[in-house]
C-alpha cells in the first residue's frame, strides 16, 4: 500500500492503549512491514535491582509490531493474534530503546505469516525473535489516520455495547 504513512500507523498504536502506556512509535512502514521503537522506561523493569525490562514489555512491543505489519497489507485491517512464539536471546539493556521490526512473509486467504526482531543498540545481536500467525482478509483498512481514528473509536463503540 503506497498510501501508508507513520501517521496512520502511529494512529492505530496510539488507540491500543497498553501500546500507548509503552510509548510505543512506528519509526518505518511499508507493505507487508514495519518498525516500531519503546524507550526504556524504569517503571517496566523486571527486577528494579538491574532494571532490566520485563519480558511482558517486549512480547506487548513484538506482537504490537507483528499485527501492525499485518494491518499494512491491502485486507489485513482487523487482524488478530492467532499464534506468536517468542524466543528471548538475551535481557535487553537497561536504559536503551528497543526496537522491533516485522515482516509477513507468507500470506494466505485468510492467516498471515510473520517475523519479529527486536534489538536494543545492536541490531545483529537480537533481545528476541518471534514467529506468528495472524487473522487476515477480513476488511479493507481505512486509508487516512483521521479514518483510522474513527473506526478505532467505532470499535470501541461496539465492544462497549458488547461489554467487552
Not at 511482558?56 to 493474534?81: E, K, N, R, Y
Not at 528497543?98 to 545483529?124: G, I, K, L, M, Q
Request: aromatic share 6%; glycine share 8%.
Amino acid at each position: 500500500m503506497s498510501d501508508l504513512s507513520l501517521d496512520w500507523v502511529q494512529a492505530f498504536i496510539d488507540a491500543l492503549p497498553y501500546s500507548k502506556a509503552l510509548e510505543m512509535k512506528a519509526e518505518e512502514v511499508s507493505e507487508g512491514r514495519i518498525a516500531v521503537s519503546m524507550p526504556y522506561q524504569q517503571a517496566l523493569a523486571g527486577d528494579p535491582q538491574t532494571g532490566v525490562l520485563h519480558g511482558g514489555a517486549i512480547s506487548a512491543l513484538m506482537d504490537t509490531t507483528s499485527g501492525t505489519s499485518v494491518m499494512t497489507l491491502p485486507q489485513g485491517f482487523g487482524t488478530a493474534t492467532l499464534d506468536l512464539r517468542i524466543d528471548y536471546m538475551r535481557a535487553a539493556t537497561p536504559g536503551q530503546t528497543v526496537r522491533a521490526s516485522a515482516e509477513c512473509y507468507h500470506v494466505t486467504r485468510t492467516v498471515a505469516f510473520v517475523r519479529t526482531t527486536a534489538w536494543d543498540d545492536d541490531r545483529n545481536n537480537p533481545v528476541a525473535t518471534a514467529t506468528g500467525a495472524f487473522t487476515y482478509g477480513h476488511m479493507a483498512a481505512p486509508r487516512t489516520p483521521v479514518e483510522m481514528q474513527a473506526a478505532m473509536q467505532a470499535l470501541a463503540a461496539r465492544q462497549k455495547e458488547l461489554g467487552q
